[in-house]
Each structure stands twice: as C-alpha cells, then as structure tokens.
C-alpha cells in the first residue's frame, strides 16, 4: 500500500527565510504533484513531476523528485506573507490502486513579516 | 473557462435529511472523483469514477453513493446524513485513461462544498 509522508506538517517562519517541505512516499511511482490550498479555497496545482530528477519552479518555489530515494521536495526561497498556505504532495500509485492519487496530510506553511 | 463546478457551496442538513451533490466538468476528462476534507486529515478518497460508467470505492465510501450521469456529470449522494459527515467536499477530474494507458493523472479541483450536519 502506497504511504505518502508529508514534514513538517506546520511551519511557522520569517519573511526572508528559506526553507525546505518534504515529501517521502513508500513504493516505487514516477509522478508526483504538488498543490497549494489558501484557506477556505480549492486546491491548485502548482507542479507536475513526471521522471526522476525533474526539477520545476516558479518564483521563490523550486520542486524536484528523487525516484530512487521516494522523495520531493519543495523549496522556497526568501519567503514571502503572499506563500503563506497548505502545500499538499500526492504521489500516483500504481495498477493496484487503478493510478489514483495517494494524498500527504498537507504542510500549513504560515510566514511571518 | 469553467474547469470543474461544484454546487451547491453550503448546505445544512439535519441529521437523517438526504442531498444530492452535483459536480460537472468541461474539460474532456475521463476520469472523477470525490473527496471529503477534515481538518488535520488531509484529503481522503471517497469514489471515483475511471471513466464513464464506471465508479470505485476509495478510502471512505460508507455512508455515500454515487452517479456517473455521463463523461462530465458525477454526482455524490448522502441517503441518510449524519454528523461525522459534516466536511467540506470536493470534486475533481483528471484526464486518466485507465485500461488504455495512462495519459494525465494531475487533478483539478472544484470549489468545495462545505456541508454541516447538525
């Protein structure tokens, strides 16, 4: 069964500030997701991941997938209020689960001015 | 462009009441699904649909049912609503082409339905 494994779950930082969420997942998958949810709203997608090694970014937000090691991560440079959300990773499993996503719990990312 | 429409946004029922929620896309998509979101839980599965006129369990289909009117409609039905089922929902599509090989498995959301159950 396909785990997916979001930390920190809450992170609470200062404008100006990198910092890195990670994504670990438990079997062998080739695509993985990111999503951004404001409070209240919809989930967005923010990247696509669809081979290891694939590397995305927009802005101050960098993700990159490791295959082999079961790992994204998503790194954000000089942290601004306006990235303050929920970052979701879901990581697409195989035939078992008829390619569905498998959802982490979800990093609340608060930043502070 | 319309993406994936939910409706209704807010409902409240009384525990053991009935309701039907609609959910349609327009993107060509074969493939939809439901969610529920609780606080600290993350998202969690409900049904889904790979393609038209197919619908599966997910992770907590217990008190639910659904329809796949056709490729754009795919609707959630709570027969008998309870508390515990007080969440807010979500609808989402994919173009996946299951049995066919897979072609786009990204999600694309609607806009929640927030549902209490007093």
């Known amino acids: 069964e396909l785990k997916v494994e979001q930390n920190p779950l809450f992170l609470s930082m200062q404008e100006g500030k990198n910092y890195t969420i990670y994504c670990n997942y438990s079997?062998?998958?080739?695509?993985l997701y990111w999503y951004r949810q404001d409070p209240g709203k919809s989930l967005e997608s923010l990247f696509v991941l669809l081979s290891n090694g694939a590397v995305k970014q927009e802005g101050r937000l960098m993700a990159s997938l490791d295959t082999k090691a079961r790992l994204s991560t998503l790194h954000i440079t000089a942290a601004v209020h306006d990235l303050s959300a929920t970052y979701f990773c879901?990581?697409?499993?195989?035939?078992?689960?008829?390619?569905?996503?498998?959802w982490g719990a979800g990093t609340k990312l608060i930043i502070k001015p | 462009n319309a993406g994936v429409t939910q409706t209704p946004k807010f409902q409240v029922l009384k525990t053991g009441q009935s309701m039907t929620l609609q959910c349609a896309q327009d993107m060509n998509h074969n493939s939809m699904y439901w969610y529920r979101q609780d606080p600290g839980m993350g998202l969690r599965l409900i049904y889904y649909?790979?393609?038209?006129?197919?619908?599966d369990k997910g992770e907590v289909p217990n008190g639910y049912n659904v329809s796949r009117l056709n490729k754009r409609e795919f609707s959630l039905r709570l027969e008998s609503a309870a508390p515990s089922q007080t969440s807010v929902y979500f609808c989402a599509s994919s173009l996946q082409l299951v049995g066919q090989g897979i072609m786009n498995t990204e999600a694309f959301f609607g806009q929640g339905t927030r549902l209490t159950v007093v």
């Open positions: 649909s790979a393609s038209e006129g197919t619908t």
């Open positions: 079997t062998t998958s080739d695509r």
């Open positions: 879901a990581v697409e499993g195989g035939g078992d689960s008829n390619y569905q996503l498998i």
